[in-house]
């Protein structure tokens, strides 16, 4: 039997095998309609398919958010929440079948309720957010990575560097507060480092005292505190690269 076949048998038992009066509308057709045929596991699927139809009978509409966590994505999650009064059903970078299943039902229960234009409306807020500076966004130190690394290692002395591999490293953590100043500072990682713990220790301390203001993380248009770990190498080739 394909899943299709599956999918109506489900339907029938949940939404007519019960003495619900006020159960919603036949979903059949609509699962008749979807292509189901790439997501290879069967059996995980339909259970995606038997909890859209639950989230759907309990008045409820959901998704999975599934793609590489950044500011962006988590803006267009939070807006898909806000706006639509969506359920968080879970997600991750990896895109599991039941959760494809689900999310096939609910796109469309989605567009049925909001519009077929539901989920372009949401890009197009996303993109106007971003351009008017209220989009969310990680902590960045002023002129990005780049800058950042010109910064450390342009204020390393030559006496502290060796050759990349024996050159000491330190990892710091960085607390970032809501104005851009370092709130907290703290060394994470010390290697290759032995008698001269403590003048590397300093250098450290002196740079984080140092640095200028970052550009503080956003989140739901409002700035907020994040930590930012910064590896640095105490290598004559990283001075090379990165501050010519």
Do not use: H
């Not at 006020?22 to 259970?47: H, K, M, W, Y």
């Not at 879970?90 to 689900?102: L, N, R, S, T």
């Not at 713990?197 to 248009?221: S, T």
């Amino acid at each position: 039997m394909d899943i299709r076949a599956w999918l109506v048998i489900i339907l029938v038992v949940m939404l007519y095998g019960c003495n619900n009066t006020n159960a919603p509308q036949n979903l059949s057709p609509l699962i008749d309609s979807i292509s189901f045929e790439e997501v290879g596991d069967t059996i995980a699927c339909r259970r995606g398919i038997e909890d859209a139809v639950k989230d759907y009978q309990a008045g409820e509409l959901g998704l999975y958010f599934y793609g590489l966590p950044n500011p962006e994505f988590n803006t267009r999650v939070r807006l898909m929440i806000e706006e639509y009064g969506l359920k968080l059903k879970g997600g991750g970078d990896i895109v599991e079948p039941a959760g494809k299943c689900y999310n096939k039902v609910m796109y469309e229960l989605i567009e049925q309720k909001y519009g077929k234009n539901a989920f372009e409306r949401i890009d197009t807020k996303v993109d106007s957010l971003y351009k008017l500076g209220l989009g969310d966004r990680d902590v960045k130190f002023k002129g990005g990575d780049e800058g950042l690394m010109k910064y450390i290692y342009c204020s390393l002395a030559d006496s502290l560097l060796k050759e990349d591999s024996e050159a000491p490293l330190v990892v710091i953590s960085l607390v970032i507060d809501e104005q851009g100043e370092i709130e907290e500072s703290e060394i994470l990682v010390r290697r290759n480092i032995w008698k001269d713990e403590a003048l590397y220790d300093e250098k450290v301390e002196q740079l984080v005292e140092k640095m200028p203001r970052w550009i503080p993380a956003f989140q739901n248009k409002a700035a907020i505190k994040q930590r930012y770990t910064v590896p640095i190498k105490f290598s004559r080739k990283s001075k090379k690269n990165n501050c010519g």
